[in-house]
């Protein structure tokens, strides 16, 4: 009974320790393709996965530690070719460097 008592206690003190995981120096989305990897991950179920392929290629810029990662708007320049020069709206993703947090997610319009 003193030993079930003992192994409680242990696992009760050990459960309100931080996790002791590892953590990449250069954070968890270290560069622009993993960043753009996650952003078409979090808005495929959102927007659709086909919406989303029309947007690409997508373009991931790094300020301040988060990645803000934007598509691209395709659309019809009257000659039967495509423009990316039109009115309308792209999806943005910003995500955190460091944890690969979603800080922020819209689609224009």
Not at 44 to 62: C, D, N, S
Not at 75 to 104: H, M, N, Q, W
Request: hydrophobic share 40%; net charge positive; proline share 6%.
């Amino acid at each position: 009974m003193k030993s079930w008592v003992i192994l409680a206690g242990t696992v009760l003190l050990a459960s309100g320790l931080p996790a002791q995981g590892y953590k990449p120096a250069s954070g968890y989305v270290p560069d622009s393709t993993t960043a753009v990897k996650i952003a078409e991950a979090v808005l495929a179920p959102v927007y659709g996965e086909k919406h989303i392929q029309l947007e690409r290629p997508f373009t991931a810029t790094l300020k301040n530690g988060v990645w803000t990662v934007t598509g691209t708007l395709h659309c019809p320049d009257g000659k039967g070719g495509i423009t990316t020069f039109c009115d309308g709206g792209v999806a943005e993703v910003r995500i955190s460097k460091s944890d690969g947090r979603i800080l922020y997610m819209l689609h224009g319009m």
